[in-house]
């Protein structure tokens, strides 16, 4: 059943648990699942099917460079030998919003870079992962 004009979420409405903590300074999420696909060709120049391969998950954490020192200190001084779980929620049930909560797990960054510009007022930094699977859930 679809609904009509129903309430679309905001970045105000999300909340980032990472190992187990609210995460306040987080300024963006970004993750996802991917299967590696390629047409399969026998006869002629035209595929027949389409074989699907491995699924991947992967994604980016945008944080405060101040989250990011947690996060080193958690990892004894960098981020990239961390495994940790998160869990993104979507909505507020006191506000009658339904909830939507996806679960990571096995999350592992792959890159930690630091940049700051003249001008900027706060370090951005965007920290690149992949993780062993995705539950993407409604409650």
Do not use: H, W
């Amino acid at each position: 059943m679809a609904l009509i004009n129903q309430r679309q979420y905001e970045f105000a409405d999300l909340t980032l648990f990472l190992a187990g903590r609210m995460v306040t300074g987080f300024r963006g999420v970004k993750y996802g699942k991917k299967q590696d696909k390629e047409p399969l060709y026998g006869a002629g120049n035209r595929p027949m099917s389409i074989q699907r391969g491995n699924i991947s998950y992967e994604g980016e954490i945008t944080l405060t460079q101040s989250e990011l020192e947690t996060l080193k200190i958690l990892g004894e001084g960098s981020v990239l030998g961390l495994n940790l779980n998160a869990v993104v929620s979507y909505g507020n049930p006191a506000n009658g919003d339904m909830l939507i909560t996806d679960k990571l797990f096995g999350i592992q960054f792959t890159e930690e870079v630091k940049e700051i510009k003249q001008g900027d007022k706060f370090m951005e930094v965007t920290l690149p992962f992949i993780c062993l699977d995705i539950q993407f859930m409604t409650a």
